[in-house]
């Protein structure tokens, strides 16, 4: 009896889930970073993104190899640590009709690279930035990140005597439009949010706690998956509804829901759970960070969100034709331009 054959569904790109792959995974066993990896394949697939329509960047660190694992049909830069951000400023310049998507790390993020990338945030730049956090550095055998929560103990590192640097209040206080908190262990909320943030325009900074299983997962660490588990603090539960498909609440009491509308027409609809918050108020935001800063919470979901503010590219008179597809004739100023810039000279 011959055995059936079956075929794989396709989104409305035409292509299937398996065509939203990568390489496969030289990181750990466990690593948080590949289930983040895996939710990217998710929701690039279910949003109906052709993948060459999307770059990718990143900079050292373990999460900076992840691009490597998701999107293979993508054009992407792997650049030098902490430097990820002049790279993609640069590319989306030069083509303004792709997105990007880059991959970092607390430590490619929070210190040799925090300098870029506050500047990225505060340019508002049309690019989603993820930040893969696990407290140490990974890739050089687990030193202490500028992430790791003070009085931290590691086996050869000793003890953290340093405050943590918090993405989210960084990426708060330089002005990002964008700014939402996860857990790999949530793989739902994760893909959710990494679909919102795509939808997004302006920079939509995403800080995923992705436990360390080798150097950082000792069940009373902030990045562990004991402690995430724990400790985590939902904001709300989120669902995002792409702009072609019907916008539907019916599972939601009335009253319970507020509904937030991107650029593009898509919507993230948040039910409320246990507090009554308001993602697109700035201030309260940065009450509710240091709130739960204070307490020991790990507040994930969508925290601020603005939709009205002109991005990096919209600033420029930057030409529709990407740069590299210019002509000489298209680079080169007119017979009548240079005569008159000559004789403004004379």
């Known amino acids: 009896m011959a055995t059936p054959t079956t075929t794989s569904q396709t989104n409305r790109a035409g292509m299937t889930r398996a065509d939203y792959k990568g390489f496969p995974t030289t990181l750990c066993q466990g690593c948080g970073h590949n289930s983040i990896a895996s939710q990217i394949i998710a929701a690039c697939y279910e949003m109906d993104i052709v993948p060459e329509e999307l770059l990718k960047f990143s900079g050292i660190g373990c999460s900076s190899k992840s691009p490597t694992y998701f999107l293979n049909r993508s054009f992407g830069f792997n650049g030098l640590h902490g430097r990820m951000p002049s790279l993609a400023t640069g590319a989306l310049f030069a083509n303004t009709h792709l997105r990007a998507i880059g ?116 069940e009373n660490t902030f990045h562990s998956y004991a402690w995430g588990k724990d400790h985590e603090a939902p904001l709300h539960e989120i669902s995002f509804i792409p702009a072609l498909d019907e916008i539907t609440v019916e599972d939601f009491e009335e009253g319970t829901t507020r509904e937030v509308t991107l650029h593009d027409g898509s919507t993230v609809i948040l039910k409320k759970l246990e507090k009554d918050y308001d993602p697109t108020d700035r201030w309260q935001a940065l009450r509710m960070m240091e709130e739960a800063q204070r307490n020991n919470w790990m507040v994930t979901g969508l925290i601020y969100v603005e939709t009205g503010r002109p991005v990096l590219t919209d600033l420029y008179n930057l030409p529709e034709t990407p740069l590299n597809r210019l002509t000489d004739p298209d680079l080169r100023p007119a017979r009548e331009t240079l005569d008159k810039l000559n004789a403004g000279m004379g």
């Not at 050089?140 to 405050?163: C, D, P, V």
């Not at 996860?182 to 992705?210: M, R, T, W």
């Open 103 to 218: 991959v970092s790390g607390d430590g490619d993020t929070a210190s040799i690279g925090i300098g870029q990338f506050k500047h990225l945030v505060r340019r508002n730049a049309p690019m989603v930035y993820i930040v893969e956090n696990n407290g140490v550095y990974g890739l050089t055998k687990g030193q202490f990140s500028a992430t790791a929560e003070k009085g931290l103990e590691l086996r050869h590192q000793g003890t953290n005597f340093y405050m943590p640097v918090d993405i989210c209040m960084e990426a708060l206080a330089s002005n990002a439009t964008f700014v939402a908190r996860s857990f790999a262990g949530d793989p739902k909320q994760v893909k959710e949010l990494i679909k919102a943030a795509l939808s997004h325009h302006g920079i939509a900074v995403l800080d995923i706690i992705s436990p360390c299983v080798t150097f950082n997962n000792q």
